[in-house]
């Protein structure tokens, strides 16, 4: 009996240690399943970290591009404002030369044009004496035509000067007898 018993009870303890072996295998396995489960998440997480930080380098390299290709224009323009601002202190100055000259060249103008007035007019006073002259003369000359036609009254009777004398002076006209 006893070796029956033992018999039974190892078939039992036999069961029980299958079924616990089972059970551990079973919890294992499902255990194995949902841990190759997160590792095949965690992998893909990895993957889509490892692509996201790829892909955030190429994005950093692609503004560091970007970055040095705007300083890069960043200094040409300002070499440019740089040369158009040099350029256009020279166009100024350049200007203010010309203005100078064309200032000096007016006021030597203005210069002229009274020294020419001047000379006109004593041109004019030139004239206007002449034409005194010439009317004088003219009176002289009809006053002897008129001694002539009248024949008995002498040129001194006529001409109550006695020697008229006129003299012609750049400065103005001057008549004296």
Request: charge should be negative.
């Amino acid at each position: 009996d006893l070796a029956a018993a033992l018999r039974e009870l190892r078939a039992q303890y036999e069961a029980l240690a299958a079924r616990n072996l089972q059970a551990a295998e079973d919890w294992y396995r499902a255990r194995c399943a949902r841990l190759h489960e997160r590792a095949a998440r965690s992998q893909e997480a990895v993957r889509a970290s490892r692509r996201e930080a790829g892909e955030c380098r190429r994005q950093l390299q692609a503004r560091l591009a970007e970055m040095e290709s705007l300083r890069g224009a960043h200094q040409s323009l300002e070499r440019q404002l740089q040369e158009l601002e040099e350029r256009h202190s020279a166009e100024a100055a350049g200007l203010q030369d010309t203005i100078g000259q064309l200032e000096d060249d007016l006021r030597n103008t203005k210069n002229e044009m009274a020294r020419h007035l001047r000379e006109y007019q004593d041109l004019l006073n030139v004239k206007m004496a002449l034409d005194i002259e010439i009317a004088a003369y003219r009176k002289l000359l009809e006053g002897e035509e008129t001694l002539f036609s009248m024949g008995s009254t002498g040129l001194s009777a006529l001409n109550p000067l006695p020697n008229p004398t006129y003299s012609f002076q750049p400065g103005g006209f001057s008549s004296s007898t």
